[in-house]
């Protein structure tokens, strides 16, 4: 959720906030650095201190699920990527790019980096550019999302800025997969589920959230969020994909149930009237309209939490702890709003947590890279055009102590004195 693409001015401290690939941790951009806060484990009386780097204004920030890498952009310098790893307090490499960044996806194999209408694919264990989206329609919000399975390496991103067309490129094997016509108005939402075989997706409308098969491009099912329209701002499956949560402008995030547990499907004799209806609806459905007939099979909200206010910018992600699904929801007044999602009733989510994230007690705070620190290496083009790196050609991310297996929480650095 990056904070500086809203169009009034923010004299707010955040510029930026994103859940990781696993919802482990979550990342906050700020005018004088970064935090990264460990949502893994949860307590419910306070967030762990989180590491916090200082430096400049940090529009973007974006980290390796549990890694010591991220991948940052500032305000001052809205063209140009760093990737660093936090622990060492070192710089691995930048990019310069021919546009502003809008966003940057990140998965074990691949990072991607979006710009108003290229995307760039990078090999993460090098940082080459391994191909180049070019001429895409007009992105302004960096719009996109990455699988973050290791095999199905999917990208999505608009097909138009004039309907809610959705493209799907494999970028493990660099081609494209699929078109799909996702809605009649603007796309304002993508996301993949954990093993990148769905994906839903959310129009500017923001009544109806559709999931379809990938790379098949099937619709597998539709949710009725409201009949009110309402601006779509994040969508998250749950980690086995039984619930699919959705935030927006209004003070309500619905989560949406996917799949049903076995032990609670009801059986035949359970179903009364509704199914009785169901069977009525099927057989006349050639005298209804497809309107009519769509709204009756659209699936309402299986449960619902209620945040403090409306009006506001929001990200949410699932899930799982001891066994009991969460929705968190990170606001753009800094907060974070935990709470837990009844398996069997669903309803109302009850007495969320909440955690604030701009003043943290405990909060770490170590020195960020100067330029005299970083590393100084020879400037050379990318293997693709319009991206210039300044990095050490023979030094893979492996040797900065960043594997596939660095998953774990970091500990809290101290400033010595």
Not at 171 to 183: D, E, F, G, Y
């Amino acid at each position: 959720m990056n904070l500086t693409q809203e169009t009034t001015e923010r004299p707010s401290e955040l510029l930026f906030i994103s859940f990781n690939q696993d919802a482990t941790s979550l990342s906050v951009g700020t005018r004088s650095g970064y935090k990264l806060f460990s949502l893994s484990p949860l307590s419910a009386e306070k967030l762990e201190p989180p590491i916090e780097k200082e430096g400049g204004e940090v529009c973007i920030v974006e980290r390796l699920f549990s890694s010591s890498l991220v991948a940052l952009v500032e305000l001052s310098n809205p063209r140009k990527l760093r990737v660093c790893h936090f622990k060492k307090n070192s710089e691995i490499c930048t990019y310069s790019y021919p546009d502003s960044i809008l966003s940057v996806k990140l998965n074990r194999q691949r990072l991607l980096v979006v710009l108003r209408q290229n995307l760039y694919i990078h090999n993460i264990r090098d940082m080459k550019v391994m191909h180049t989206i070019r001429d895409t329609p007009n992105n302004p919000t960096g719009l996109c999302a990455l699988s973050s399975d290791n095999e199905n390496g999917y990208i999505a991103y608009p097909g138009s800025n004039q309907n809610g067309e959705v493209l799907v490129f494999d970028s493990i094997n660099l081609k494209a997969v699929a078109t799909i016509m996702a809605h009649d108005s603007q796309l304002v939402a993508l996301a993949f589920n954990a093993q990148g075989s769905k994906l839903a997706t959310a129009s500017a409308i923001g009544t109806v959230i559709r999931v379809f098969s990938v790379p098949q491009g099937e619709k597998l099912v539709e949710f009725r969020r409201g009949v009110k329209r309402a601006q779509i701002s994040c969508l998250s499956f749950s980690p086995e994909d039984t619930y699919l949560a959705i935030s927006s402008c209004t003070e309500t995030v619905h989560v949406f149930r996917l799949s049903e547990p076995q032990e609670e499907k009801r059986g035949e004799d359970q179903q009364g009237w509704m199914s009785y209806f169901g069977k009525a609806l099927s057989s006349s459905a050639t005298y209804l309209t497809s309107q009519v007939t769509d709204a009756f099979n659209q699936s309402r909200a299986f449960a619902m939490m209620k945040l403090p206010k409306t009006g506001l910018k929001t990200i949410c992600a699932m899930t799982i702890i001891d066994g009991v699904h969460k929705v968190m929801v990170a606001t753009s007044e800094g907060m974070l709003y935990v709470t837990s999602v009844e398996a069997r009733e669903g309803g109302e989510c009850r007495n969320p947590v909440e955690y604030r994230l701009l003043d943290a007690a405990g909060c770490s705070s170590d020195s960020s890279v100067t330029d005299q620190q970083r590393p100084s290496y020879g400037s050379y083009a990318a293997a693709t055009a319009g991206a210039v790196s300044t990095r050490s050609p023979e030094a893979p991310l492996q040797d900065y102590g960043i594997t596939e297996n660095d998953d774990q929480p970091p500990s809290v650095h101290r400033a010595s004195h």
